[in-house]
């Protein structure tokens, strides 16, 4: 199995930056694309950016500009910058990897817990 685990959140005003980190352990060749959500409450988890294997990018159109999603491979760690943060960035931030190897790897994608992401005004 593959083990997400995410850090850097917290509180932050308007106009702020927040990084957040995931680190991937385990057969973390079960994995290539990894990915940003976010779910505030009483809206629907969303997806906020993601990342090819092979660095390809791509944003939701809420994020797109603010946030830069990036990783190091050899570290097996993934990386949401995100600056000019609005108070409706606020949500539980998770990260994601689904599963390339479904054979070998089980069938399920795999999920961090999360990390809390606040914005004050």
């Known amino acids: 199995q593959v083990q997400l685990v995410e850090s850097g959140g917290g509180l932050v005003q308007a106009g702020g930056s927040l990084r957040l980190s995931c680190a991937a352990s385990g057969h973390t060749r079960c994995i290539s694309t990894m990915g940003w959500y976010r779910q505030a409450p009483g809206k629907e988890r969303e997806l906020v950016a993601v990342i090819t294997n092979s660095g390809h990018t791509n944003y939701a159109d809420s994020v797109k500009g603010r946030f830069t999603i990036s990783r190091v491979n050899a570290k097996n760690t993934v990386y949401l910058q995100m600056d000019s943060l609005r108070p409706e960035d606020t949500a539980f931030y998770y990260c994601?990897?689904?599963?390339?190897?479904?054979?070998?790897?089980?069938?399920?994608?795999?999920w961090g817990r999360g990390t809390q992401v606040t914005v004050s005004s």
């Open positions: 994601n990897a689904p599963n390339y190897y479904t054979h070998y790897c089980g069938e399920y994608d795999f």
